[in-house]
């Protein structure tokens, strides 16, 4: 179980480039990238690309490629073309799995069976290419509870399609972390270290318009239950509003190990399931992002050793 890193920039201050390189300087191994970022980095020269990676001592596992399968404004033809393209990328670059969610909105299956559909022809596309489709539970579409992924998964009934599983994402549904390891099993082929919190209006865990400053920058409720610094709290990123978050929360996005995912426990379970892939971490927050980074892999590294 290798620890990877899904690249967001390290320091924003760098080109990518930099960033991948950074990223081999802090010791990482294994990256997940997205594949848009790749095509507009690859000029067309994907091969050359992939020899600078390789340069860096840097493995591609995935792609990401997070789109609305059933987004009902684009024609079915149009969203099937462009993801089976990056299918074919992933062949061609000999990188083994996409990434994606189902789609969709939380709570709303008027559209499983069609997402079914979809998945199956995406899942025979990507078996004759070598490459398997792995779809992520997300906390802001259709399917991201233990129970609609263990049944999405068993109606495609596909080795061409498996689950990247995402914790912090099932914290924020909320749904159980651990359990949800026992049930899912073979199906979680690879997986993204992210932590979470949920904050419900109301729960008195934070109070967004009353918050009180304290000596390291944090903001804290009046009694102090709980202390989150802004700069964790999710922002929808430009170009993802097919995701849908609910009105009555906040989704916290803290380093690994300040949040409510049990990573100890999580990783245990993996391990028990006879896990194979590796522990990308995925950090979306904002402040120092490279000692952010460096505090989630040493947090993974001390659970691992």
């Known amino acids: ?20 390189k950074k990223a081999s300087e802090l010791g990482f191994k294994v990256v997940q990238l997205w594949y848009k970022d790749i095509v507009a ?4 020269d994907h091969k050359q690309f992939l020899k600078m990676l ?27 073309k462009n993801f089976k393209k990056v299918i074919d990328f992933a062949s061609e670059a000999d990188v ?17 069976d069609e997402m079914i559909s979809r998945f199956s022809e995406l899942a025979e ?36 399609i498996g689950i990247n599983f995402d914790p912090a994402n099932l914290v924020l549904i909320p749904d159980d972390v651990v359990k949800a390891v026992k049930a899912l099993g073979s199906y979680i082929m690879d997986t993204h270290a992210k932590d979470s919190i949920l904050l419900k209006k109301g729960s008195g865990r934070l109070v967004p318009d009353n918050r009180l400053a304290v000596p390291d920058n944090r903001l804290a409720v009046p009694d102090n239950r709980l202390a989150v610094l802004e700069e964790h ?18 989704w916290v996005l803290p380093p690994i190990g300040e949040g409510d995912v049990p990573f100890e426990e999580y990783i245990s379970a993996l391990k028990k399931t ?5 522990l990308i971490i995925e950090y979306q927050g904002g402040g120092n ?17």
């Not at 259709?142 to 109606?155: D, F, H, I, N």
């Not at 992002?289 to 050793?305: F, P």
């Open 125 to 160: 596309h990507a078996g004759s290419r070598g490459v398997i489709v792995l779809v992520e539970n997300g906390p802001g579409v259709m399917v991201g509870s233990t129970e609609l992924m263990l049944r999405m998964m068993r109606e495609l009934n596909s080795e061409n």
């Open 1 to 20: 179980m290798k620890i990877g890193l899904m690249i967001e920039p390290i320091d924003p201050g760098l080109s990518y480039t930099e960033n991948l």
């Open 233 to 250: 709290i999710f922002v929808m990123p430009k170009g993802e509003d097919f995701i849908h978050l609910p009105e009555d929360v906040t």
């Open 41 to 44: 980095q690859s000029r067309g």
């Open 289 to 305: 992002r490279e000692k952010a980074v460096i505090q989630c892999k040493e947090y993974l590294e001390k659970i691992l050793s």
């Open 96 to 112: 083994r799995f996409v990434i994606t969610e189902s789609g969709g909105r939380p709570g709303l299956l008027e559209g499983w």
């Open 54 to 80: 390789k340069s860096l001592g840097l493995e591609l596992k995935s792609l990401g490629a997070y789109t609305d399968i059933i987004d009902p404004d684009i024609p079915r033809v149009t969203i099937m």
């Open 274 to 278: 006879g896990f194979k892939g590796d």
